[in-house]
């Protein structure tokens, strides 16, 4: 695709279910970002992967909270017995990796969010 | 503990111009420095990034301390689609190479 995708769009859901966010990044891309807004504030940092390794989880709030991308394109984040205070916009992020004569991260881009609301 | 740190907001007024702080004075040699912007209702985007040399794009360009201790995004002429909240990130290399938004500055432009 031409951008990252996440879906759904948006999510409505009753306390206590499980949800899973999917985010579709730009084809080729090695780093995937996993990000959590609240109304007002900036980003804050999940977890994110480069290929299908898991590099940082230490942003995830809990254990109700994980994420996989197990061919190290697609992910998904899950979040297991959602409470009220998982409402939020989470948002995914891809970029590439360029090595050569050392490393250099390219510009991420950021898909369109998954609003969600815990009823 | 915050890797970057920024004014939490500045006033610009419209097609002045404008330069925005970060001080980053931890950053490891191979720390890239990254600025992204969050327009009101959208996703974060990408504006400028470098090294150790001041770089110029389109859209702004960054000035880069000779120690990398500081950094400051300018907007050359700054219009009202430019307010937004800008964030400092530094982004390491290999498998360093998270990406941890702090506050950001929030700018204004008035016209």
């Known amino acids: 695709g031409a951008g990252v995708s996440q879906s759904p769009r948006y999510k409505v859901t009753k306390r206590g279910q499980d949800v899973a966010l999917r985010c579709d990044p730009i084809?080729?891309?090695?780093?995937l970002y996993w990000y959590r807004q609240a109304l007002g504030q900036g980003p804050e940092f999940l977890t994110y992967?480069?290929?299908?390794?898991?590099?940082?989880k230490s942003g995830l709030p809990n254990d109700r909270f994980s994420a996989e991308r197990p061919e190290g394109s697609i992910s998904t984040l899950t979040i297991q017995r959602t409470e009220q205070r998982d409402s939020a916009m989470y948002r995914c992020?891809?970029?590439?990796?360029?090595?050569?004569?050392?490393?250099?991260?390219?510009?991420?881009?950021f898909g369109q969010g998954t609003r969600l609301t815990v009823v | 503990d915050a890797k970057t740190t920024q004014p939490n907001s500045m006033e610009s007024n419209e097609e002045e111009p404008v330069h925005l702080p970060c001080n980053h004075s931890?950053?490891?040699?191979?720390?890239?420095i990254h600025w992204y912007r969050q327009l009101p209702s959208q996703g974060p985007e990408y504006v400028i990034h470098?090294?150790?040399s001041n770089v110029n794009n389109r859209m702004a360009s960054l000035a880069i301390a000779e120690d990398r201790k500081s950094s400051t995004l300018i907007l050359h002429r700054a219009t009202l689609r430019d307010a937004a909240v800008y964030y400092c990130?530094?982004?390491?290399?290999?498998?360093?190479?998270?990406?941890?938004f702090g506050a950001g500055t929030r700018l204004t432009v008035k016209p």
């Open positions: 992020a891809s970029s590439l990796a360029l090595l050569g004569t050392g490393f250099m991260n390219t510009e991420a881009f």
């Open positions: 084809s080729g891309h090695v780093s």
């Open positions: 992967f480069n290929y299908e390794a898991q590099q940082d």
């Open positions: 931890t950053i490891s040699g191979t720390d890239y």
């Open positions: 470098g090294l150790t």
């Open positions: 990130i530094l982004r390491g290399t290999y498998n360093n190479n998270d990406m941890r």
